[in-house]
């Protein structure tokens, strides 16, 4: 899950398993699997960031108290 913004200024979360591709043309529109799509105030970068920063925390797991 990712934090994005609506050109209004509103944040949401989004489920960044369900993007299927990110376009700048020139806002940033968010297309998902299922039809739906976002405008959002982020770059595509900036999205494209948040997405690998999700998926790297997902594959590190839990953390432990050695950690």
Known sequence: MIEVTRLNGETFILNADL???VESRPDTVIFLVNGRRY???ETA????????AYK??????PLTKEE
């Open 39 to 41: 405008v959002v105030r």
């Open 45 to 52: 970068q900036d999205v494209l960031a948040r997405v690998v």
């Open 19 to 21: 993007i299927e591709t």
């Open 56 to 61: 790297r925390a997902l594959h590190q797991g």
